[in-house]
């Protein structure tokens, strides 16, 4: 059951090496880049189909259409709510910088008393 489960993985997988392969051999000595490209995005189309088709693919098709629904569920902070938030914690992170300057100070100070 495992073998029959990833075989559409697998197919997949060897049609992107073998389209790897076909670009940077160049078998057919196809001159130009553009022909190369065409016929690597080509294999890769192939293979995103051959994914989506296996047991695997399936799952990650029905997993992205509910994480779609479950996205639609959000309540997303509106923009006044998301302007006062970022101020509240650029306020803060310059308060933190502030007093751990301080405290490195502190240190330095306390270092260079105990060193002299």
Do not use: C, H
């Not at 078998?27 to 490209?37: D, S």
């Not at 995005?41 to 296996?54: C, I």
């Amino acid at each position: 059951m495992k073998t029959e489960s990833s075989i559409g993985s697998i197919i997949s997988i060897l049609i992107v090496i073998g389209s790897l392969v076909f670009f940077y051999l160049d078998p057919l000595a196809l001159n130009t880049t553009l022909y190369k490209v065409l016929v690597l995005l080509a294999g890769l189309v192939v293979a995103g189909f051959v994914f989506l088709k296996s047991p695997q693919g399936i799952r990650l098709t029905v997993f992205s259409k509910e994480t779609k629904i479950e996205l639609r569920k959000v309540v997303w902070p509106t923009k006044d709510e998301t302007l006062k938030t970022t101020g509240m914690i650029m306020v803060a992170v310059v308060i933190v910088a502030i007093f751990l300057w301080i405290v490195d100070a502190f240190f330095t100070w306390a270092v260079q008393l105990l060193t002299n």
